[in-house]
């Protein structure tokens, strides 16, 4: 009771104060816009009162960042962090934790307009100098790291974003749980790590552990809990496991199509591999319905000629062919070889 008197005494005489209380709570209930709004009004006041480098005004501005990140308003927020950072870093110093959270979020803003090596190199300042300050299993160092591997995948560096996604699993599992939201979502890329330098084995066990705790914890049609059944069902085929794939695959599908559409671009990526997955069963009439439903699905949202559709286009050529579909088979692979000569050129591998 004495603390809320005290704080109300403090908000009658400093009224940005409240105001600034109040854009919080609204960043805080994902009211982003409306937390914008408020928190420009606080960071006009309180240079005017206190000075652009006072420590409540560069907090206020720093929550304004924030805000702005949230709504993708990246070139602004980026503007504003690097301005709070560059001031923190000289009154308060390069390891000070808030000097080291506005460089966080600077990473993050530079990830977000795909600007990831600049990302990668903000990022690892904030890691190093939150792991000396915090420790290496801090939370808080931990959330850092994990954008620290995005960043590093984003590159093709997968190797390294390997080594990032373990220890952040690997720290994550002791600090927050196995099966807490942030320990999934880190082994879940390093799934894709794995996936992407083809350790289709060790990616296959680690996907499987998201998909099995994700189903539990979210639900069977989360988009997220799909995403992995995507990517498992990928590392299964690419180890021969093809009815295990088809099995995932067709889960996948048939989620995606639920809650994502048919025509989404994710349900189609899914709709291809399971295609594939029950070709290489030699099912070739099952394969040839999956794949006709993907081609047009793939021609109305990518393109007749994007590679992705031409790619399903003479699947389903082969898948034609090996009925004896021979006219419809030549037309469709036709189709396929036309529109890879323009996209790739005559001589391009996948041409041939």
């Known amino acids: 009771m004495r603390r809320q008197k005290r704080t109300l005494r403090q908000d009658y005489k400093d009224p940005l104060n409240s105001k600034h209380r109040r854009g919080l709570a609204l960043y805080e209930q994902n009211k982003y816009r409306k937390a914008e709004e408020i928190l420009r009004q606080v960071v006009r006041g309180r240079e005017r009162t206190l000075g652009q480098e006072h420590e409540e005004t560069l907090n206020s501005k720093y929550w304004l960042g924030l805000a702005l990140c949230q709504q993708d308003k990246c070139s602004e927020a980026e503007e504003i962090l690097r301005q709070v950072g560059r001031?923190?870093?000289?009154?308060?110093?390069?390891?000070?934790?808030?000097?080291?959270?506005?460089?966080?979020?600077?990473?993050?803003?530079?990830?977000?307009?795909?600007?990831?090596?600049?990302?990668?190199?903000?990022?690892?300042?904030?890691?190093?100098?939150?792991?000396?300050?915090?420790?290496?299993?801090?939370?808080?160092?931990?959330?850092?790291?994990?954008?620290?591997?995005?960043?590093?995948?984003?590159?093709?560096?997968?190797?390294?974003?390997?080594?990032?996604?373990?220890?952040?699993?690997?720290?994550?599992?002791?600090?927050?749980?196995?099966?807490?939201?942030?320990?999934?979502?880190?082994?879940?890329?390093?799934?894709?790590?794995?996936?992407?330098?083809?350790?289709?084995?060790?990616a296959g066990e680690v996907l499987r552990q998201v998909v099995r705790c994700r189903e539990q914890i979210l639900r069977q049609d989360h988009e997220e809990t799909l995403s992995s059944k995507y990517w498992l069902g990928?590392?299964?085929?690419?180890?021969?496991?093809?009815?295990?794939?088809?099995?995932?695959?067709?889960?996948?599908?048939?989620?995606?199509?639920?809650?994502?559409?048919?025509?989404?671009?994710?349900?189609?990526?899914?709709?291809?591999?399971?295609?594939?997955?029950?070709?290489?069963?030699?099912?070739?009439?099952?394969?040839?319905?999956?794949?006709?439903?993907?081609?047009?699905?793939?021609?109305?949202?990518?393109?007749?000629?994007?590679?992705?559709?031409?790619?399903?286009?003479h699947l389903l050529g082969l898948a034609l062919y090996n009925q004896k579909k021979y006219s419809k088979a030549k037309e469709v692979l036709q189709q396929a070889v036309r529109g890879r000569e323009r996209t790739l050129g005559p001589d391009h591998e996948d041409t041939l």
Request: with cysteine; charged share 30%; net charge negative.
């Open 87 to 202: 001031s923190r870093e000289q009154t308060l110093g390069q390891d000070y934790e808030e000097t080291l959270s506005s460089k966080h979020w600077i990473g993050v803003v530079l990830y977000q307009q795909n600007k990831y090596s600049e990302a990668e190199e903000v990022l690892q300042q904030a890691v190093r100098g939150l792991e000396r300050i915090l420790g290496q299993y801090d939370e808080t160092t931990l959330y850092s790291t994990h954008w620290l591997g995005l960043a590093t995948y984003k590159q093709d560096k997968y190797g390294e974003a390997e080594k990032v996604f373990q220890q952040t699993t690997n720290g994550r599992e002791r600090t927050l749980g196995r099966e807490h939201e942030e320990t999934l979502y880190s082994k879940y890329w390093l799934g894709l790590a794995f996936c992407q330098q083809g350790k289709y084995s060790e």
């Open 234 to 313: 990928l590392a299964l085929y690419e180890q021969n496991k093809c009815s295990e794939a088809e099995e995932v695959l067709q889960q996948a599908v048939r989620g995606r199509e639920k809650i994502l559409g048919y025509e989404h671009a994710d349900t189609l990526y899914s709709m291809h591999w399971l295609g594939q997955a029950i070709y290489k069963q030699k099912k070739y009439d099952e394969a040839e319905e999956i794949l006709w439903r993907a081609v047009y699905g793939q021609e109305q949202t990518f393109g007749q000629e994007h590679e992705e559709t031409l790619y399903s286009k």
